[in-house]
């Protein structure tokens, strides 16, 4: 149970810090270019919210295989297997919370004004100098909206890391399927703990969520 936990918070962590670092850039061009491409790119991202989690598993599976083409250049450049593998957790995590992150973050972008952008730049302030000046305090509620939810739809995961991570304890056995490993068992008091127990962190993280949401709004 604890390899469990601390599996799944070392996955949560991992995600949730990829996710920001890749969906941060992804977001804001999403958010300040409307084009075809721009358009595409957005289906995609938020194709996790709609498809199975199975189904991108699945796929995903085939591409992290030994005898892929990806899954061979992971091996060669590692010297270890893909599939099956903390690795591929993350990068599964990645891909399906990917649209929890992008979508809150390319909404505020999408708010902040080209005046004071503009303003920002007539004073001679770089595009770092503009990030941390402006985008980042008009939308730092975003950015912990994101990372919340980023890190929160990685803990409940179970389609994607059981088709890609299988059930090895220790190595890819995440709560949600230590869970199923219980109920399989007729384990039902363990079940019942780590089910209330993904209840109560969920419960807490929308609230606290809200609350500064909510904080935010007011002050702004």
Known sequence: MAE??????????????????????????????????????ETVVALPLVLPPT???????????PQSGFGQAWEALTGH????????????????????????????????????????????????DRWRSVVLPLCRSSF?????L????????????????????GETQVLSIALFDRVEALDFTAAHQLAAGLVLFSLVTLFLLYRSSGRWAVRT
């Open 4 to 41: 469990a936990l601390w599996l799944t918070l070392k996955l949560a962590t991992v995600s949730t810090l990829w996710l920001l670092l890749l969906g941060t850039p992804l977001a804001w061009w999403l958010a300040r270019r409307r084009s075809l491409a721009t358009t595409l790119v």
């Open 150 to 169: 980023g890190f929160a739809h990685t803990v409940g995961e179970f389609g994607v890391v059981l088709m890609i991570g299988g059930n090895i304890p």
């Open 81 to 128: 297997r893909l599939a099956f593998s903390f690795s591929a957790l993350v990068i599964g995590s990645v891909l399906y919370s990917l649209p929890f992150v992008v979508q809150p973050l390319q909404a505020a972008f999408r708010q902040v004004p080209d005046s004071l952008l503009e303003a920002a730049a007539t004073l001679g302030a770089g595009p770092l």
């Open 55 to 65: 189904v991108l598993g699945f796929y995903l599976l085939i591409a992290f295989a």
């Open 144 to 148: 912990i909206a994101a990372a919340s």
